[in-house]
């Protein structure tokens, strides 16, 4: 076990490290921040001035000797765009996309697990196809569309809702694109936990004892569909704490997504760098404690 | 594995989420609600300065005759309200102005970008103030002369005082712009200055500003650069530090700003030209043009920037806003690459001027949100434009173009052009009609879109160079023709497609002239001769439309795109 | 594109192997409510796509700059000859739906066909062929996934230059983890079960055990997976045509159309809902197909 675990973490501080020499390649790959660092209009020897004093000049392997030397030291470098120090300007971001990604999942689970107990209780009946269909739609609705839809009908037209802003009741449209977005994955998979557990031996032994099949449904079988769910939801948390980008643009979000997004747009490599490392260790915990809980739960994987 | 339960694993679980739930709803800032002032405003008389007639040379022009003094009065300040005590009550209100682009710096200096600039120039103050029409007047200076050709000198304001109690002395000026010299400031606005050498406090009262070479732009490019306080500054901590918490002789002195939401300033009451009437302005940002303008019309917001045409009519026909529309400084042409054949041909490019129908994109794609210049790439909003910029030289004429190509002996084949996305207003539908237009006069084009930094990229210059026609665009900060003209004319300084020595030449002249209607007469000539040699595809002025509260009284939009609030004020 | 899709318990996404037979899974597909469905509107879908441009000629790149922004017919200020309206260009919608249409299928299948490939194969390896490569292909996996995807699409478009196959590159690029990961969790319970031991006893080569033991069991997995990398390929694509990334702006595609769309949301509402009504009706017959699938290939239903 412990050594599964440290086999894991070193894996996973080598993802980390790779994650950020690809994200600060890939970003230069596009073309160094000095054109945009110096905007419209400046002529070229301006610009190359820029890039010598930044140091993109160097060859890429070189450059990225040097960052990730820095890194090592806890220094993730300068934003180009905001002139400060890159890091910070993520992390005073991440509680607007903590909140959010809390109101989501709520607001996903609000749907998903109704949803999904009665879709596998009455499999092929009306509910569950008229639900997964629902659900379906609302997964593939463009995002930006539902969001500015809802700030047309809800802030303009009938006045309820502020369109844009941190706080509450602010949250509530953007966590409820959100939510239902992702409610599809939950409700599909309670719904498979569901299945799989209503057809075991112990639930029949359940029902023979007499009990009512509202008990048997959700004391014994619940309880136990409800573990990949929640497991997964652990996993989409950290992937919301990712920045739901659009979202965060549409309503004017605070989060690290609408940060990401412009600083990917300006080459911001310091911030694009920044950002993807917290995503990636977000990401990263969130795996390691759910391949954890499966070993626990679920005699028959085997970790080693 | 260990002997942990299916059930308590469950509880763990459901008492973590739960936890981190419950604390992350009670960590939620609650919205700062916009205080509605108890005591109702008096609005004096309006002292926004209502916009001169366009074609108006501006005062600059006495004042850069060298060997004279400018005729501004000294002391008196020419734009203090009319009633400066009158309301019984001091500043009260608040304006929320909602903005398209981030802001990301207070420090003005530093960048080039207007989303900055609007809220720090009602902190700190420049030494001289662009009107509406283009034209300069005193500021925080309340004299200028050029008492040689290489030296511009001003008169400083005794007796202003910075937000934290420190007199704004002749020092301070000199160290603003001496900062600005530095390379290792690392300030955009750099290399424009290259005119100056150095900036040397005099005495108490005066500055010079002692220069490599005549430069008659300086005045327009110092009206955006404000005053900093070098005491300050350096305790601060530098430049970073200081566009965090800007401090200056404004009018409004900065409160907060909270990063991605917000921030707010409040009135300066001892303000050099009267306390303001306003009490705090709100700067948010919102790019999605759908939710900027939904919280105009919610009344979230007292002013946005950057209408979109679609946008406009629910703001227009809704009694508690207006819009407001003027015709800005940016001009958006089509670069043609000149290095490459067929465009080498002066003929062909005539026959591009003739197949566009600029009228047409300008009516339906933009709604109306433009003004089409045939004539040359410079509105009447900057000194020095050419004056027949509304005559089409090369009238929409589809069977010309095609004669024209046929003269030349070229027969349209595939054509390759580039553009930026989201940059220019509808650029992305503005460069497809271009293209079918040249569909229709028999060419192949390709639309290239890009990402605004990549095309600006000197590593992808290979998409500039291989492109055959370039959607451009360019916003006169300076209101003078060089600006134009040296950034996008001059071969030496962008590497342009088309240029020559000759150009280059009349385009230095006219910079370093500084009897102004030999000037004039000069900028005239590189107008005609641009237009002669089909150098672009002119198209048209942008048109700003700016969504305003009725409640906000005294705004005035700009042809530089600034919101000043100074002499605003709110009813209700 | 949710990477959390990949960590869940492969149950869950995908039946479980089993040694089955699959004759009868298409009658019974058919006969499922759910699936018939969905195959119906898929069967609609495809023929209107690529058969009614055929049927009225129709053009979707003329421009009729007078006409742009025209309402569907039936609204006032209609255009005659354009059903669903124009577009801020004037091109007649429907032509550019449909044509779109075709588009955004055809990239979908091609991709996702090729993701499969690589996502089954990759799969396969890193659940049979031990420590070392299972812990070198979950690795890049794990930084594949970890990567914001607008990074990735941004990065290789800009580089390599927009393009029809640039951007299957992407998508394929985005999408083959998936499916390594659940086929690799597949292959990892199937082989220590006993009739690959029994195999393997009486002399069988890894390979021919690859081949005749364990890909047949995980067929019902990579079927349903596939349906389900179609749907993310799909939505993908349209997000990538979204920021800009995707199809070339010549080319109509229903996430070109609805970034083009978008700022009309509150004033000409038909240009940019449309797409995304088809988008969703495609992502959701599809979906039905795919859920249906499982469900009858999962053996734990009676």
Redesign the interface.
Known sequence: MARYLFERLARSLLVLLGVVIVAYALVLATGDPAGAMAGPDVPPAEVERIRREQGYDQPLPVQLVRYVGRLLQGDFGRSSTYRQPAFPLIVERLPATLALAAAAMAINLLIALPLGIVSAVRRGGTADVCGTVLVFAGQSMPVFWMGIMLILFFSLTLQLLPASGYGWPNVIMPAFVLGIHGAAYQTRLLRSAMLDVLSQDYLRTARAKGLLERAVIVRHGLRNALIPVITASGVQFAVLMGGAVIVEQVFAWPGVGNLAVSAINNRDVALVVSATFVFAVFILVVNLLVDLSYGLVDPRVRLA | MTALSRRRFLQLCAVTTSGLALSVACGQQAPSAPAKPAEPAKPADSTAAKPAAPTALPTIAAAVAPQTQATAAPAAPTAAPAAKPAAAAGPSGQVTVIQQLPITTLNANMEQSLANLNPSIHMADPLVFREPNGSVKPHLATAWSYPDEKTLRFKVRQGVKFHNGDVMTTEDVAFTYNLLLDPKTDSRHTPALRAIGEVKAVDAETVDFVLKEPDATLLGRLSILPVIPKKYFESIGGVDPYGQKPVGTGPFKFVEWVKGQRVVMEANPDYFLGAPKLKTIVYRQISEDNTRITELLTGNADLVNNVPPSLAPKIKGDAKTELQTVRGLRNVYLKINTKKAPFTDVKVRQALNHAIDVKLIVETVLGGNAVPTPGGYEGPGVWGYYKEIDKERYPFDPAKAKALLAEAGVTPGPINILSAKGRLLNDVEVVQAIAGMLQNVGFTPQVNLLDFTVVNDEWNRKYREEMDLHLWSNANNTADADYNYSTNFYTKNTGLYWGNQEMDDMIVKARTTLDTASREAQYQEIGKKLLDEAVAVPLYDQVDSYGVSKRLKGFQARADELMYLYGASVEG | M????A???A???APAPAVRSRASAFTRLRA???GR?GLLALLVLTVVLFGLPLVLGVDP?F?D??A?LAPPLGFEGSSAGHLLGTD???RDLLARLLVGGQMSLTIGFAASILAAGIGVAAGMVAGYAGRFWD?LI??IA??Q????N???G??VM??LG?GIGNLILVLVLSSWVFQARIIRADVL?LRHRDFVDAGRAIGATDTYLLWRYILPNIAGSVLVLFTLTL?RVI?AE?SLS?L?LGV???IPSWGGM?A?G???????WWA??FP?LL??L???AI??VG?SL??IL?P???
């Not at chain 3, 949710?2 to 899709?5: K, L, N, Q, T, V």
């Open positions: 949710a990477a959390h899709e960590v869940l318990p149950e869950a996404i499922d409510r759910k469905s790149r421009q700059l007078r742009r801020q260009l004037g812990g979950t690795s794990d930084v996934l970890t990567f914001p607008i990074l990735l941004l990065s800009v580089v927009p319970s749907v939505l349209a979204f800009g070339p702006i010549e609805l083009e978008r700022q009309y949301l509150a004033s000409a940019g809902t995304g988008l969703m495609t992502i959701v979906n039905l859920d499982r469900d999962d734990r239903i009676q």
